[in-house]
C-alpha cells in the first residue's frame, strides 16, 4: 500500500470509507465534504466489506476503514493490502489500544491508527498529512528544490536570533513555496512554536530521550504544523529536568528532515556549537545575528572563527540585529565590520511595535511586516536561497582574530567616547 504512486492514481475515486457504526459515519461525512469528497463514500460494513469492495473495483486514493469488528486486525489489514492497488493511503481505526499492534499496522503500510474515540480534529489532521503527500512526493519534489538547510545562530542572548529563525522559514515556506520544517533545538526555553502561537508537543523531548525511534513516521507525528507548508519542533521541557544526549538524536532529526522537507532552518543556540558541532556540518548557511554592542562584537568574531575551522564548506550570512535608527551606537557599523573584518550582510532595524503586533498575533515578524521593514527579511530569505543554490562558489571565509588584535580594538573604541567627551 505504501508502494509508489502509479501514475492514473489521479483516475480513481478521491476518498472511500467503510465504517462499523454509524457514530463514526456521521463524523467522517461532513470532513469528507469540507475536502469536496462525495459523504456517499462513506459505507458501512468496516473492514471486511472494504476486501470485499475492492477486490472488484478500484481502490481509491484515501482509504478508511474501521477495524472495531475484526478479531484478527493485522492478518485482515494484510488482506486489505492485497486487494489495494499502489500508492493507496489507508487510514484504519479501532477500539483496541495496543502499541504493539499500532506498530505492526504501521510496517504492514498503513497511513495511520485512530483510537476510538477519536475527535473531529484528529480526523482532519490526519486527512490534511495525507492529502500532503497525495499532492506531492517528496522524492519528485527533491529533483526541482534541492534540499537547503540553514542554521541561525545568535551570538549572544537576546539579540533575536530565534525571532528570525522563525521569520526565515515562514519566508521559505509562504514566499518560496517550500515544504519547510523550523527545528528549535533550545530544548528548556525554546520560542519557535510559542511565536507561532503553538502547543511545542513532546515530539523533540522523546527525540532526545529515545533517537532509535526516530523515522519518517516520528517525525510526521512529532512536527507540528503552523501551515501547509511550515511544520515545528520545539520542546518546553521541564527546567528541573536536565537532557542528556550524545547528540545522535539531532543528527538523525536533520537526516529525516531531509527526506520529509525541502527546507530545514534550525534555530541554533550558540552553546550547541560547542557540544554538538556537528550540527553545522551540513548546513548549507549559517546566519550569525548579532547586535552592535561591544559583547556582540567580541563573540561575532569568535564564532566566525569557529565556523571557519568547523565548518568551512558553509556559507555565513551576517546580521545586525536591532540597529536603531537614530545615533545611540555602542559600536559603530564601520568599527563592528572593521573589527569581524568583513561586511554586515543585513541590517534590521529596531521596531518595538512590530515586535510587538507579531507576539500578540501569534504570527512571525515577517508576516506582520510590511514595506521597509518587509524588505530584509526578503533579502535574508533571497540570500539563504542564492547561498544555498551556488554550489560551485567557495565557502565565506569568516577571519580568525588574534587575541592582542581583539584586545587592541575593543579597546580602541571603548576609548573613542571618552575622547569626545574631553574634547
Same mark, same amino acid.
Given at each position: ?9 489521479? /483516475? ?44 472488484? @473495483? ?36 479501532? #477500539? ?12 504492514? +503500510? ?12 484528529? /480526523?482532519?489532521? #490526519? ?66 512554536? /510559542? ?113 571557519? @575551522? ?16 537614530? +545615533? ?77 588584535? /581583539? ?17
Amino acid at each position: 500500500m505504501n508502494a509508489p504512486f502509479q501514475a492514473r492514481a489521479g /483516475l480513481r475515486d478521491p476518498f472511500t470509507a467503510f465504517v462499523c457504526d454509524d457514530a463514526t459515519a456521521d463524523m467522517l461525512r461532513p470532513v469528507a465534504v469540507e475536502h469536496g469528497w462525495s459523504p456517499e463514500k462513506v459505507n458501512k460494513g468496516g473492514l471486511r466489506n472494504a476486501v470485499q469492495s475492492l477486490s472488484v @473495483s478500484a481502490s481509491p486514493n484515501i482509504l478508511f476503514v474501521d477495524l472495531s469488528e475484526s478479531a484478527d486486525p493485522l492478518n485482515d489489514i494484510n488482506a486489505l493490502a492485497e486487494v489495494c492497488e499502489p500508492g493507496t493511503i489507508v487510514i484504519a481505526s479501532g #477500539t483496541v489500544n495496543d502499541v504493539r499492534l499500532y506498530r505492526d499496522l504501521v510496517a504492514s +503500510g498503513i497511513h495511520d491508527y485512530l483510537l476510538k474515540p477519536f475527535t473531529v480534529d484528529q /480526523l482532519r489532521d #490526519t486527512f490534511a498529512h495525507a492529502q500532503m503527500i497525495l499532492s506531492g512526493p517528496r522524492g519528485e519534489a527533491q529533483a526541482d528544490k534541492p534540499h537547503v538547510m540553514a542554521a541561525v545562530i545568535g551570538v549572544r542572548g537576546g539579540v533575536g536570533a530565534s525571532t528570525l529563525a522563525t521569520s526565515l522559514a515562514w519566508l521559505l515556506g509562504e514566499k518560496a513555496r517550500r515544504t519547510t520544517a523550523l527545528l528549535d533545538l533550545d530544548v528548556h526555553f525554546g520560542t519557535g512554536a /510559542l511565536a507561532l502561537d503553538l502547543e511545542p508537543g513532546r515530539g523533540l523531548t522523546d527525540a532526545i530521550e529515545n533517537p532509535s525511534r526516530i523515522d519518517g513516521l516520528f517525525i510526521e507525528r512529532a512536527m507540528v504544523r503552523a501551515n501547509e507548508r511550515l511544520s515545528v519542533l520545539s520542546a518546553e521541557a521541564p527546567i528541573h529536568q536536565p537532557l542528556v544526549t550524545d547528540g545522535s538524536a539531532f543528527f538523525a532529526l536533520q537526516e529525516e528532515m531531509r527526506n520529509a522537507f525541502e527546507s530545514t532552518v534550525l534555530d541554533l543556540p550558540r552553546h550547541m556549537l560547542i557540544q554538538h558541532p556537528h550540527l553545522v556540518h551540513d548546513a548549507h548557511v549559517a546566519v550569525v545575528v548579532a547586535e552592535l554592542t561591544l559583547a556582540a562584537t567580541r563573540d561575532t568574531i569568535r564564532v566566525l572563527a569557529w565556523l571557519k @575551522s568547523n565548518a568551512p564548506q558553509t556559507k555565513v550570512i551576517v546580521v545586525a540585529n536591532g540597529v536603531p535608527s537614530g +545615533g545611540a551606537l555602542e559600536i559603530s557599523r564601520k568599527d563592528f565590520e572593521q573589527s569581524i573584518e568583513r561586511p554586515v550582510d543585513i541590517v534590521f532595524p529596531v521596531d518595538g511595535k512590530l515586535a510587538a503586533q507579531a507576539a500578540k498575533l501569534g504570527k512571525p515578524m515577517a508576516e506582520v511586516a510590511g514595506g521597509k521593514m518587509a524588505a530584509p527579511f526578503n533579502t535574508l530569505s533571497n540570500m539563504v536561497l542564492s547561498h544555498a543554490s551556488d554550489e560551485g562558489a567557495s565557502a565565506d571565509k569568516a577571519p580568525a582574530v588574534a587575541a592582542k588584535s /581583539l584586545v587592541d580594538n575593543l579597546k580602541s573604541m571603548l576609548s573613542k567616547p571618552k575622547d569626545k567627551a574631553a574634547a
